[in-house]
C-alpha cells in the first residue's frame, strides 16, 4: 500500500513564500516519478511540475505561473515543491502525485490560500 501525504499548506500573505512537501510510504520511493497539481476553487485540477526518479531532471508547465522549485529527497522519501512571490491566484488545493509503470498515487493534498 502506497501512501503520499503532503504538508506544508495554509494562509500566506500575497508576496510570501511556501514549501510543500509530499512523503511517500510503502513503496521503493526511488522508483517513482513525483508530479504536484493544483485544483483552484471552481477549476478542474491542473499539472504544476514534474520530477524525474533521481531528481536530476524537472519540468514546469508552462500554463502556471511560477516560479516553482521542485526538489525531492530520495533519503527522506520526500518530495518538495517550493514557492516564492505568491499570489492569490495560486490559492488552491495542492496534490503530489506518484507514478510508476501503469500505477499512480495521490495524496489527499493540502490546502494553501493566498490573501490578497
Known amino acids: 500500500q502506497v501512501q503520499l501525504v503532503e504538508s506544508g499548506g495554509g494562509l500566506v500573505q500575497a508576496g510570501g513564500s511556501l514549501r510543500l512537501a509530499c512523503a511517500v510510504s510503502?513503496?521503493?520511493?526511488?522508483?517513482?516519478?513525483m508530479r504536484w497539481f493544483r485544483q483552484a476553487p471552481g477549476k478542474e485540477r491542473e499539472f504544476v511540475a514534474h520530477i524525474s526518479e533521481s531528481g536530476g531532471r524537472t519540468y514546469y508547465a508552462d500554463s502556471v505561473k511560477g516560479p516553482f522549485t521542485l526538489s525531492r529527497d530520495n533519503a527522506k522519501n520526500t518530495v518538495y515543491l517550493q514557492r516564492h512571490r505568491l499570489k492569490p491566484e495560486d490559492t488552491g488545493v495542492y496534490y503530489c502525485q506518484g507514478a510508476a509503470g501503469a500505477y499512480d498515487y495521490w495524496g489527499q493534498g493540502t490546502q494553501v490560500t493566498v490573501s490578497s
Open positions: 510503502g513503496r521503493t520511493f526511488s522508483n517513482y516519478v
